[in-house]
């Protein structure tokens, strides 16, 4: 049976030889540390398991979650989490969707909106997510390079305007998956004036919004005035409270794009268990006591990560969000994919070549602060000694 053109048209998996040396090394006994993953290694807090534990007893929450839009009292903590955390008003009835994770949402707004040739501007590098849906829908994905000489944030007047002229939607992440770059809130509000001006909606996912360093709170887009009558932006317990695999979050923006989010998800799925919506209520009113212990935690990380690839003659700023590190490749080696080959191969490194995340990211390697198995500074301290060991010559 022939596979659908849309599957046929996802681009092959980026990581094939990498995960074929992986899997030889480990079957030969070799130690890897492995930057790749870019799951959270911290167990999700004893407070959102307790939690649920106690909701899921309650048989009230075994059936489904008919309100389409996520409970009440769900939709009241993330309203009440907007005033704190960002200072603004979101209205509960109207203003938010309850999501089965970030990711669900992103994939779902552009099947609301897109049709057969309509164009989606989208950040490169950047989450394959972006792409393939709208190729899905048999849009047509136009690339915004996100360049070092522009802090990693879109060129917006470099955008061509026949490509403005046809585009619905216009993606950004800050903080930056993979890039680890933050976004101001006067750059959101160059692109909100942005969106008004050529009638586009701004995807904003804000999957990293928690994750930031040395005291930098990342903005929300909904903090520019009038960014709701342009913009939706998603938000995720994934990374904040290490939920990946509970699959929670929440959209919240202009009631107009809630409800055609709404309209795609109840055709698609059935919503969020309520119990585990219940449980985000207990990790919301919990923000302030766990995630400063999360940020310093990986801050530790980042900062023994940078000090030891620029004392291998990397020159790297440490950046302010996400659990990234976005490194050049050394001019001793042509290409990202044959630089992380080699760091698996000659030192038992693992890292994500820039390549996967679009052309633009060419030239870069991702490694990822979160790492299984213990003693997480020392396994740094041991892929660092590795690669001075065994490419002692990279610049």
Same mark, same amino acid.
């Given at each position: 049976?022939?596979?659908?053109?849309?599957?046929?048209?996802?681009?092959?998996?980026?990581?094939?030889?990498?995960?074929?040396?992986?899997?030889?090394?480990?079957?030969?006994?070799?130690?890897?540390?492995?930057?790749?993953?870019?799951?959270?290694?911290?167990?999700?807090?004893?407070?959102?398991?307790?939690?649920?534990?106690?909701?899921?007893?309650?048989?009230?929450?075994?059936?489904?979650?008919?309100?389409?839009?996520?409970?009440?009292?769900?939709?009241?903590?993330?309203?009440?989490?907007?005033?704190?955390?960002?200072?603004?008003?979101?209205?509960?009835?109207?203003?938010?969707?309850?999501?089965?994770?970030?990711?669900?949402?992103?994939?779902?707004?552009?099947?609301?909106?897109?049709?057969?040739?309509?164009?989606?501007?989208?950040?490169?590098?950047?989450?394959?997510?972006?792409?393939?849906?709208?190729?899905?829908?048999?849009?047509?994905?136009?690339?915004?390079?996100?360049?070092?000489?522009?802090?990693?944030?879109?060129?917006?007047?470099?955008?061509?305007?026949?490509?403005?002229?046809?585009?619905?939607?216009?993606?950004?992440?800050?903080?930056?998956?993979?890039?680890?770059?933050?976004?101001?809130?006067?750059?959101?509000?160059?692109?909100?004036?942005?969106?008004?001006?050529?009638?586009?909606?701004?995807?904003?996912?804000?999957?990293?919004?928690?994750?930031?360093?040395?005291?930098?709170?990342?903005?929300?887009?909904?903090?520019?005035?009038?960014?709701?009558?342009?913009?939706?932006?998603?938000?995720?317990?994934?990374?904040?409270?290490?939920?990946?695999?509970?699959?929670?979050?929440?959209?919240?923006?202009?009631?107009?794009? %809630?409800? *055609? !989010?709404?309209?795609?998800? $109840?055709? &698609?799925?059935?919503?969020?268990?309520?119990?585990? /919506? @219940?449980?985000? %209520?207990? *990790? !919301?009113?919990?923000?302030? $006591?766990? &995630?400063?212990?999360?940020?310093?935690?990986?801050? /530790? @990380?980042?900062?023994?990560?940078?000090?030891?690839?620029?004392?291998?003659?990397?020159?790297?700023?440490?950046?302010?969000?996400?659990?990234?590190?976005?490194?050049?490749?050394?001019?001793?080696?042509?290409?990202?994919?044959?630089?992380?080959?080699?760091?698996?191969?000659?030192?038992?490194?693992?890292?994500?070549?820039?390549?996967?995340?679009?052309?633009?990211?060419?030239?870069?390697?991702?490694?990822?602060?979160?790492?299984?198995?213990?003693?997480?500074?020392?396994?740094?301290?041991?892929?660092?000694?590795?690669?001075?060991?065994?490419?002692?010559?990279?610049?």
């Amino acid at each position: 049976m022939e596979l659908a053109q849309r599957l046929q048209r996802i681009p092959p998996y980026p990581f094939r030889e990498i995960a074929r040396i992986k899997a030889q090394m480990l079957a030969e006994g070799r130690e890897i540390i492995d930057f790749g993953i870019g799951d959270p290694d911290m167990p999700t807090p004893d407070f959102v398991i307790e939690a649920l534990h106690q909701a899921a007893q309650d048989p009230t929450t075994h059936q489904y979650d008919e309100s389409g839009y996520g409970i009440a009292e769900y939709k009241q903590a993330i309203s009440d989490f907007a005033a704190a955390r960002y200072g603004i008003q979101i209205d509960p009835d109207g203003e938010i969707q309850s999501c089965i994770g970030a990711k669900e949402a992103l994939a779902h707004i552009i099947w609301a909106y897109i049709d057969p040739a309509d164009v989606v501007l989208i950040p490169e590098p950047a989450y394959p997510v972006f792409g393939v849906q709208t190729t899905w829908c048999g849009g047509a994905p136009f690339p915004m390079p996100l360049l070092p000489e522009n802090d990693f944030l879109p060129d917006l007047a470099a955008i061509p305007d026949s490509a403005v002229h046809r585009a619905k939607l216009i993606f950004v992440n800050y903080p930056n998956n993979p890039t680890g770059a933050v976004a101001s809130l006067e750059f959101f509000e160059e692109l909100v004036k942005f969106a008004k001006k050529n009638e586009l909606l701004i995807v904003q996912d804000a999957a990293y919004a928690e994750v930031t360093f040395d005291g930098y709170e990342a903005p929300s887009i909904m903090q520019v005035p009038g960014a709701k009558d342009v913009a939706i932006e998603m938000h995720s317990f994934s990374k904040t409270f290490n939920m990946t695999g509970w699959r929670v979050g929440w959209a919240w923006g202009g009631s107009e794009y %809630i409800d *055609a !989010l709404s309209k795609v998800k $109840s055709n &698609v799925d059935s919503g969020t268990f309520m119990a585990i /919506q @219940r449980a985000g %209520i207990v *990790a !919301l009113a919990n923000f302030d $006591s766990h &995630v400063p212990q999360m940020r310093g935690e990986y801050q /530790q @990380r980042r900062d023994a990560l940078v000090k030891g690839l620029n004392s291998l003659g990397w020159s790297l700023e440490k950046p302010k969000g996400t659990f990234y590190i976005w490194a050049p490749v050394p001019p001793s080696f042509d290409s990202s994919a044959g630089f992380a080959q080699a760091l698996l191969e000659q030192c038992g490194v693992l890292v994500t070549p820039g390549s996967a995340y679009g052309s633009t990211g060419e030239g870069f390697i991702r490694m990822s602060l979160t790492l299984t198995g213990e003693d997480k500074l020392g396994q740094i301290a041991r892929a660092i000694d590795s690669i001075a060991s065994n490419m002692p010559a990279l610049w």
